[in-house]
């Protein structure tokens, strides 16, 4: 079974930056495709970015392109979330999640994945 623990959100300014953390344990990290995905009060949840399993990939939503960047540490069996440019839109619950020997579209579908942190909440002022 695998874990996942998310951290790192928190209030910032508009404009500012945050980065997430993804920390996984039970399973080595490193055969597993994961993403990252928002949902704000009221909306459903909303693809945000993922790397494949071979790390050779990654993915975003288009509202993110060209300001966050995820990235992963097999040592630390971490994925981040880089955030830069922050919008108060950007505010929402964050959650990572994991799909073993995953690669492609498929991992814009929250549906394929199997395991799931708790979540971290981001919020940008404005």
């Known amino acids: 079974q695998l874990q996942l623990v998310e951290s790192g959100g928190g209030l910032v300014q508009a404009g500012g930056s945050l980065r997430l953390s993804c920390a996984a344990s039970?399973?080595?990290?490193?055969?597993?495709?994961v993403g990252w995905f928002r949902q704000a009060p009221g909306k459903e949840r909303e693809f945000v970015a993922a790397?494949?399993?071979?790390?050779?990939?990654?993915y975003y939503g288009d509202s993110v392109k060209g300001r966050f960047t995820i990235s992963g540490d097999n040592a630390k069996n971490t994925v981040y979330l880089q955030m830069n440019s922050l919008k108060p839109e950007d505010t929402a619950a964050y959650y990572c999640?994991?799909?073993?020997?995953?690669?492609?579209?498929?991992?814009?579908?929250?549906?394929?994945?199997?395991?799931w942190g708790q979540g971290t909440q981001v919020t940008v002022s404005s």
């Open positions: 999640a994991a799909k073993r020997w995953a690669i492609g579209a498929i991992l814009r579908s929250q549906f394929a994945y199997e395991y």
């Open positions: 039970g399973r080595t990290f490193s055969s597993y495709a």
């Open positions: 790397i494949s399993w071979t790390s050779d990939n990654t």
